[in-house]
């Protein structure tokens, strides 16, 4: 689980023509098992685009975020370098993905939702259940925090 807090900020920077995507990934070290599912609140932070490198086309819709189950939404976007272009940050509760398209324009940027904010994908009951529930990784009260990472004996780092 992924989860912002209001007042935060989510920022991208492009480079070498593009921009990163926050999604799964697998190493290959395990195969296809187990099965990672994944989960990302919005909480209201600000989208903060940085497209001064991005050499994408008008029209391309450029991924941001991918993830199993999204929910929330951004508090606001400020999308710099886009000179005669608009923006259009797409949050698609269908498909559970954050998006941004670009368009001619004076420099507008806009959201766009598609589907309902609590649309549950098939089979992910839980997921949804956990990320709306609250619960995190770490207790929000406490100032002396404590990260603990365990390693399977067979990658151990040391």
Sequence with gaps: ???FEEGATVEYSSEDGGLG???EFRTGAFGDAPDVRSGIDL???TLKVDLAG??????????LMDADEI???FDDADISGLGSRNATVTIDYTTDSVSLTLSNGSG????????EADDVSAGEQA??????????????DSSDQEWICEFP???MPF
């Design 153 to 155: 004996e067979e990658i």
């Design 43 to 45: 909480g209201e932070a």
């Design 108 to 115: 507008n940027v806009m959201f766009e939702t598609i589907g």
């Design 71 to 73: 929910i929330g939404v």
């Design 21 to 23: 995507t926050i999604e």
């Design 127 to 140: 997921l949804w259940d956990a990320l709306t529930a609250g619960q995190g990784v770490f207790d929000e």
């Design 1 to 3: 689980l992924l989860a």
């Design 54 to 63: 991005l050499t994408a086309s008008n029209g391309e819709a450029l991924m």
